[in-house]
């Protein structure tokens, strides 16, 4: 049963939304403090992104440490590396630009920079008691929402997990969302971050932990979604772009107070395991999760099916092959089914999902998948 109101609402301190918002950001900066590190991908350097900000940066005063992240996901060493090299740059914030692991790398560090114990005590479930620094979010995909969320997820490269480390700390100081950061991105990226904030909008409206206040945006981001981002992909038309910007902001907001579901549990073993892109390995399990979860959501599955313009199953499968999504794990052996069905099991993503997932269940999820 949907709750009427969530028992508590926390959302970034302030948001800007409007074309060329990341030119306020040097004055924004400056008024947390005269020093900051910049998280960022290579993209922003091709961009000429990096150059312009460092400029305007300097110019009002502020001086930064870029760290331009490694390719691939954030792991618990690079938040490590990222609060050393800022310490010994007497940091006062840090920023992330960039796509969801960058956002989450900057966030991780930001939340657990004078943190007493080691990154991985806090993703195995240490209390975290010492205040971090603020963070400053700007993304440049409009996917994973990291901007709107307290939570970074986080590789452990010993366990070879992807785990979640959350608390209010995380939380941004400030959130710049520019559709002009998202006009030099590749198709490709634009489809499949487009898919992983379609997912979560949908896995958080249908959460057991929905509340009217969740659903509300949940579902405005499907809607918005499923209308934008084939136009998006297609001519990245700047009014589309802002659209899946802003969608990807609400699906933050929204799945970080509802969690997510069984896609999500069982998209990061797979992730890991087969090193694909996680937009990519969402939509490949979207189609078996809906197939899977139809029968206990109730009248919810109708609501989407209004809000998309027909029924959700085929409306799906139609969007996916206008983006020219073809599943990654088709053909491809199957690894370690049991370690992804354990991991599928304990996640907290899964605890979330409308209806209790079990061991047959995951195992049919795989077979749908490969």
């Known amino acids: 049963m ?11 301190r302030k948001i800007l939304c409007r074309k060329d918002a990341l030119l306020q950001l040097p004055s924004e900066a400056a008024s947390i403090g005269s020093r900051g590190v910049i998280v960022h991908g290579a993209s922003l350097e091709k961009s000429g992104i990096k150059e312009r900000t460092a400029s305007a940066m300097k ?6 440490l870029w ?3 490694p390719s691939g996901e954030p792991d618990l060493n690079g938040i490590a590396s990222v609060i050393r090299e800022g310490k010994a740059f007497r940091a006062n914030w840090i920023a992330g630009i960039g796509g969801g692991s960058a956002l989450d790398l900057a966030k991780a560090a930001a939340g657990l920079f004078n943190a007493r114990e080691s990154p991985a005590y806090y993703q195995e479930g240490g209390r975290l008691e010492e205040k971090g620094i603020p963070f400053i979010a700007v993304p440049t995909t409009a996917g994973s ?3 709107a969320t307290l939570n970074s997820v986080i590789i452990n490269p010993v366990k070879k997990m992807k785990l979640s480390i959350r608390h209010p700390a995380f939380l941004a100081s400030l959130v710049i969302l520019d559709p002009v950061l998202l006009k030099s991105l590749p198709r490709e990226v634009i489809v499949h971050s487009g898919m992983d904030a379609f997912v979560q909008a949908y896995e958080s409206y249908i959460s057991k932990n929905a509340s009217l206040f969740t659903e509300t945006l949940a579902l405005r981001a499907i809607e918005m979604i499923a209308s934008r981002l084939p136009g998006a992909a297609r001519t990245k038309n700047e009014d589309a772009l802002h659209e899946m910007l802003f969608a990807s902001f609400l699906t933050g907001i929204a799945f970080s107070h509802s969690r997510l579901g069984v896609i999500h549990g069982i998209a990061h073993p797979l992730g890991v395991l087969y090193d694909i892109p996680h937009g990519l390995v969402c939509s490949a399990c979207l189609i078996p999760s809906i197939k899977l979860n139809r029968s206990v959501v109730g009248e919810k599955y109708g609501r989407i099916s209004r809000a998309v313009g027909g029924d959700f199953l085929e409306k799906v499968a139609a969007l996916q092959k206008e983006l020219g999504i073809v599943s990654p794990f088709k053909g491809k052996p199957l690894i370690e089914k049991e370690k992804i069905i354990e991991e599928t099991l304990k996640s907290g993503s899964t605890a979330a999902n409308p ?3 079990t061991r047959e269940d995951a195992d049919f999820l795989l077979r ?3």
């Open 368 to 370: 749908e998948i490969f």
């Open 355 to 357: 209806g209790t997932i």
């Open 59 to 64: 110019k009002s005063g502020v001086e930064c």
């Open 67 to 69: 760290i331009c992240r």
């Open 145 to 147: 929402g990291s901007e």
């Open 2 to 12: 949907t709750q009427a109101f969530p028992p508590e609402i926390r959302i970034p």
